[in-house]
């Protein structure tokens, strides 16, 4: 061992002694085990007794298909979004409970019933998941499903590294999953402080499980990155010149620049605090040389763009959303696409506003913080376009708009709380205060809601019917409750000077406010509440609410909108060509909305493979070997995945041909079936829907046994 | 069936929290309550800031909400469904943040070296107080307390600050174990305290009172009762307890320090007085954290159990 460890090692089992220290009966801990003990039962019971394991195996876990790996990114993002919020209920119930000298504490805190061990690993892990886990996870999963259909692709450019992307995003949540019941989680925030991640103040696995689960996950999303920049240079449709690339396309490949650009800093950073603590070098502690501001600086150089990955994806959704309920095209396009890319550029020389408190010099400081106010132009840029879309429009408001109106909303407050914390002078006063908490959650609450309202505005696309309208607005309206009850009440709290991260609350005079901050997380939970209701009405009434038509919104105006609802795996029965910038309302226009062509060809398509899904597992397990340190276990699965790499790049039979005929009679039994020339004997699956009720009986798979 | 829609009052109902902002008792805001040059001089540019935005964000917000409720479909006004382009509208959506961001990036520079905590302009550049002689203290943050040297004095308090008012006091500040954030938000600005390093802030009091000062940054179980009293005191009252001060303290060299900054978590707040500091005692801390000398491991599960006797060991 080349660092002191605390607690005990052996060659075999590795650290894992340490377990037998942990308390595990602390009824959180135990409560939290038993949800997700009877979570999975069910779910696996349900596979199990409906028959449906062949069907999981061939439909979704070896899947290539874009639509679906994206229907799945968004699950784990949800999935982990609810985790991420319970972290949230325990932080707003302790620190109104812990209010006062006099508050008591139950459980071995001091005050209310999370000592700082246990608050301190939520909060971080809160943070981490959220941004990681869920945002990233989600915006990624809509770039896979919305973006090649809208560039008239078939699929992505390299399809099973997208499988491979995904997977690898579902380990890294699996290791964060199994640090909650084995072992602990990092304590020291979601940015792993320097030098507190140091192994001498961090004795634990909890930052080697935040450590390797972020390098995995990174891994993941910097190859989908990859593959979404190559799509979009490579798979457009003829005729779709960059001047008519829709803009959430656009988006897309501005946010991925970033993402491919910024996620190696990360890798990079998170790999030398990994040799400090497993090695002993010096890089970014205290002492012999080492330099902690380092870190610093190399993460917030990813840090800052990432915040930009996960909004501009987000604007995009409201470039979409808004020019539809509208009815107009989106003003100044050109300025748009501009605007996405300067933010993405500007992003990279902004990183140490988060650190303004160091104590730079004011050069340095100054510098940093009139370039930080430069991201503010196109902004604003943004803002006032999308209000000059609405501008002489004829404006509807199903929920999507709601939620793309709230979103313009919060990103208005957002950006001006943001343009404060850029001024080095007001940033002294409320730097690491809930103020700052306050400012970030507004602006990913922004991407929250344009997530929704994206969700609402391309649900009948991908599975054939609309969400329902009524409990969709009491979703809206308890959120937005939620969301009020809990920001407005922590900007005040910044402009008391309440901190961030604090486990007790010294100040009798803070607790009404948390108090109500407490209410809110009391709508967010009624509203998710409101969210599984409206699934659940909109599946029980899926025959009611079903779209037939390509375009659901009847004012849509991209290419996805121009073939079948929902999509067949195949995207589309030809290629289609593009004339103009908002194809679909130029077609509608010109009365040229018959989807089916004159002549057929044969498609390409790729091939499933279980590969992803093996490496990833290994990637797992390596990962959990490298946290409780145990050698030899990492060292043989890391050998499995590069056997399972060597074994699939000798793989010749990746693809296959659907020919013509066949395309034909698929195509002519969408339409029949559309049109309800074909009874609905058997009703489209609801999960069926990103391949089409079609391909939900006819996969590729399939198509390969027959051959 | 035609389903009912949500009543208007109700949906206004989500607003309510908005009314906090006005009609709140302002004593409690710290932020609003400078009690010295620098935090005025932070407090100044964030009215300022805020203004100058104000001047383009609430016409853009009167004008969305405008363009929202005259624009309804039901509304039948003006449809112009080509409408996307304009190079007058252009020139404006860029040219009025470009000017807005213009006049901004001015005030801040201004502001960084008012507030500059290396040589902050309000105190420095001050007539008022080019004659005053400042005092100096040494600030050491330990896992989870803090030491706060007077060298000139040779005197320590652990975990209180006591300062003279209309003096300005220069701070050199330095970590012994992670990065804390010396912040007293009536009185002055953050600025990060990092181990191995040194940083500088400076401050004066106007007003003779006790402020809140504590770390805002985490730094570990402990960080949650990492606060200081500030007692901003009379010329005479500071001499006067500076002198008590030395009467009943202990002797402080760098052994004692270094038992001091074992992990403690100040549950109790407790304050401990110490005469006869050491000289020099700053730079040995700061050169000591460098060889790595001086530097305490944290038990694995310190504060998993605060009623365990391990804790009871590490906290006071
Ligand atoms: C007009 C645009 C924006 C400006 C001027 C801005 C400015 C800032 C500044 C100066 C800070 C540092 C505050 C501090 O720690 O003292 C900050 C923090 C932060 N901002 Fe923004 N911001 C903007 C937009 C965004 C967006 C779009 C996002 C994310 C979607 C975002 C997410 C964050 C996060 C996550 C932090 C703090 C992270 C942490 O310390 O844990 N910001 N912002
Ligand atoms: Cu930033």
Redesign the pocket.
Known sequence: MLVDLQGPWNPIFGRLGLLLEVHYNNPIIFFAFMMVVIGGTAALSWVTFTGRWGWLWREWLTTVDHKKLGIMYILVGLVMMLRGFVDALMMRTQQAMAVGPDSPGVLGAAHGYLPPYHFDQVFTAH?MIMILLAATPILVGFMNLIMPIQIGARDMAYPYLNALGLWLTVAAASLVMIALFVGDFSHAG??GLTPLTELPYSPGVGVDYYLWSIQIGSIGTTIGAVNLIATIIKMRAPGMTWGRLPIFTWTTLASNIIALTSFPVLGVALALLTLDRYIGTHFFTADLGGNLMMYTNLFWIWGHPE??F??IPAFGFLSEIIPTFSEKPLFGYVTMVLASMAIAGVSWTVWL??F?TMGASPGVNSYFSIA??L??IP?GVKVFNWAFTMWRGKLRFPTPMLWAIGSLFLLIT??MT??M??VPAI?YL???SVF?IA??HN??LL?VYAAFGATVYWWPKVFGFKLDEYWGKVFFWLFTAGTLFVFVPMYTLGFMGMTRRLDYIPHTSWEPLLLLEVIGTGFYLLSILAFVIQLGVSIYNREKNRVVASDAWGTSRSVEWMTHTPPPFYNFAVTPVIHARDEWAWRREHGLTNLMPEKFLDIHMPKNTAVPLIISFFTLVCGFALVWRIWWLAAATFAAIIIAMIIRSFDKDTDYIIPAAEVERMEKEIVARAEGRIPAGEPAPVGGGAGGAYASKRTPTQRRDND | MKRKKIPMFLRFFALIPLLLLGGCNTEHFWLFNPKGPVAAANLYYMVVDVVIMSIVIVPTVIFTIWVISRYRASKKAHHDPKFSHSNGLEVLVWGIPIIIVGVLAFFSYEGTHAVNPWNPTVITKNPKYADTKPLEVDVVTTDWQWMFIYPKQHIAVANELVIPVHTPVHFRLTSTSVTNNFYIPQLVGQVYVMPGMRSKQSLVATHTGEYHGFSAALSGGGFSWMDFKTKAVSEADFNAWVEKVKQQGRRLAYPKFAAFAKPTVNLAGKVHYFSDVQPGLFAEVIKNVRDGKLQYATPMFLTENMDSKEFKQHSN
């Open positions: 943070g979601w940015v915040v930009y996960v909004v506003h988060h303004f930080t106010m991201v503010g902004t957002g950006g943001g343009m914390l850029a940033n409320v730097h690491n700052v400012h970030f602006m990913f991407i």
